[in-house]
């Protein structure tokens, strides 16, 4: 049963994008509150955590402001447009540095904290997105729910996106039943999709699919089967400039990982090549190396990279790019992080610093690949700081020492925050 309003005040913002406040010696979560704020609110029990929702805002944050978008509050994409940019990067970086120092038992006083790199577009950022059905329309889920909140167009997308989900929608609203995800992709004015299915892909997904790269004339689309090999229609390979290796295209594809902010992505490239300090004549192990992203700018530098990576197609996209920009000191390897490093300790090889920019869930056991592969320097690209701070610390307890703290906004008006993490061996007693 809900409880009678009660008066919080609000202290900082949780990882999950709330307000933390106290009451009764507990923690409250309320969805949609700012620091410095205090709120009437309905305290609902909710398991093992109280979560409560605004009922009256007694005291403004001046960091408040009207959101930009017409779904704020309900889409699950941006949940702090209601927040100023510079409360939202003073949040990121103490939602980092708190998850290190709580989670990982790393105190911010032994790690340098760089400033943040900022995107420059508030908006507008957006070039590749995981949209879901909901009948005809397009749209993401709400927050913390699976229920979809539709929209014709998305202000985050970049301008060559932004109207697409309403027209996209209607042109495949035929297969929708059948979609577990459209993932929107553009370079420029290039533009591909990829429908993701839950069954196998039958005629009708193509030829729907072809028809609306056709009407809408984007360059191509991947139909991607529950089970089974994607398919491809048109050109849905796009090309995209890489300012770091202006030399060295890269190359996206929707249905692969691709970092979705084209500008902010400059900054992480630059922060993971100027962290791994590459010098002549080492050798560094790249593990989640995708389409090369990172791999080519930190390549530049050094004697060799051997970069790893689960998926077949984002390996064949990075030799393109290496083939074409004349890139001779990468090589790519497709298969599972952990495995491959087995087999490279196995076959007694080392390497002089590792980088890794591995999926949500971390890289759990890193600490042992780092220390059988003899790396003195470690470089780690973290989407969530949760499984950073676990990763950091058991890297911390196999002898290594945190040194850098790089965050990179890379999605403004959400809590997401990229962190880039260096750390060295302690030298010998
Ligand atoms: C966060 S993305 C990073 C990609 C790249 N560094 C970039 O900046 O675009 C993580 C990558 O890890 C790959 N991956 C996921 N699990 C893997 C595993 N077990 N072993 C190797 N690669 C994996 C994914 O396919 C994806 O390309």
């Keep these: 049963m809900a409880e009678p309003l009660t008066e919080l005040s609000i202290e900082r913002l949780s990882q999950l994008g709330d307000g933390v406040a106290h009451h009764e010696g507990r923690t409250v979560f309320v969805e949609g509150a700012l620091p410095g704020e205090r709120v009437r609110a309905e305290v609902i029990a909710s398991g093992k955590v109280l979560r409560a929702e605004i009922r009256e805002l007694l005291e403004r944050s001046p960091h408040r402001r009207e959101p930009a978008c017409a779904h704020a509050g309900r889409c699950g994409g941006c949940d702090w447009l209601h927040a100023s940019e510079h409360l939202q990067r003073e949040a990121k970086r103490e939602i980092a540095v708190s998850a290190l120092e709580h989670l990982g038992g790393i105190p911010r006083t032994e790690l340098e904290v760089e400033e943040p790199a900022v995107s420059k577009r508030p908006l507008g950022y957006r070039r590749r997105a995981v949209l879901h059905f909901e009948g005809r329309a397009l749209g993401l889920f709400g927050r913390r729910s699976h229920e979809l909140v539709p929209f014709e167009s998305c202000p985050a997308l970049v301008k060559s996106l932004e109207l697409l989900p309403g027209p996209l929608g209607e042109k495949l609203q035929g297969v929708a039943k059948d ?181 949500r869930v971390g890289a759990a056991g890193v600490q042992e690949w780092a220390a059988r592969l003899g790396v003195r320097r470690v470089v780690y690209v973290a989407c969530d700081p949760a499984s950073l701070a676990r990763d950091a610390a058991e890297l911390v307890s196999a002898g290594f020492r945190p040194r850098k703290l790089q965050l990179v906004d890379l999605f403004p008006q959400t809590r997401h925050v990229e962190a880039v993490m260096s750390l060295e061996r302690a030298a010998e007693p």
């Design 179 to 359: 979609a577990e995800s459209l993932t929107v992709l553009a370079e420029g004015s290039q533009v591909a999709f990829s429908l993701a299915l839950k069954v196998e892909a039958q005629m009708r997904h193509l030829q729907a699919c072809e028809r609306a790269v056709e009407a809408l004339r984007l360059r191509g689309a991947v139909v991607v089967p529950h089970d089974g090999q994607a398919r491809l229609l048109g050109d849905p390979v796009l090309k995209a400039e890489n300012p770091l290796r202006p030399e060295v295209p890269l190359y996206l594809r929707p249905d692969l990982f691709a970092q979705a902010n084209a500008e902010a992505n400059l900054a992480l490239t630059t922060a993971a090549a100027t962290l791994v300090e590459a010098r002549e004549g080492e050798r560094i192990l790249e593990l989640y190396s995708g389409n090369g992203n990172l791999t080519f700018a930190v390549a530049g530098t050094a004697g060799s990279v051997l970069a790893v990576e689960s998926s077949g197609p984002a390996v064949s996209l990075a030799q393109r790019s290496a083939r074409e920009g004349g890139v001779g000191n990468v090589r790519f390897v497709q298969g599972d992080a952990a495995q491959v490093c087995r087999g490279l300790a196995a076959e007694g090889q080392t390497f002089d610093a590792l980088l890794l920019d591995p999926p």
